[in-house]
């Protein structure tokens, strides 16, 4: 779903004009990026919790040439479900 469906189903659910949902949409967004960067953690009560987790430097190989590369520390978000999350995904039926 894209950034643009999923407003316009906001504005629809909840009869409200898309420049708002445009408002709130950021705002949830906006909302979990500052916590994350104020605490490394953001939780969504049944859906989940986004975690910043350290990944150490390594060593890679270019696939086309099987070269040897260095890669660098980074950080990356890590998203973990909610139990309440992983119930209704576990009730879905793959598309065919």
């Known amino acids: 779903m894209s950034k643009a469906e999923t ?3 906001i504005a ?3 009869d409200i004009p898309k420049k708002k949902a ?10 979990l990026t500052a916590e994350l960067k104020k605490t490394g ?3 969504v009560a ?3 919790t ?17 070269e040897a590369l260095k890669i660098k520390a980074s950080k990356s978000v890590r998203f973990k479900q909610s139990t309440a999350l992983k119930e ?5 039926k793959a598309p065919k």
């Open 12 to 14: 629809e659910q909840h």
């Open 41 to 43: 953690r953001a939780s």
């Open 50 to 66: 986004f975690n910043v987790s350290q990944r150490a430097a390594r060593t890679g190989r270019n696939p086309a040439t099987g």
């Open 22 to 31: 445009q408002e709130i949409y950021e705002g949830i967004f906006d909302g």
């Open 88 to 92: 209704v995904v576990q009730k879905f």
């Open 46 to 48: 049944g859906f989940g």
């Open 7 to 9: 407003i316009a189903a």
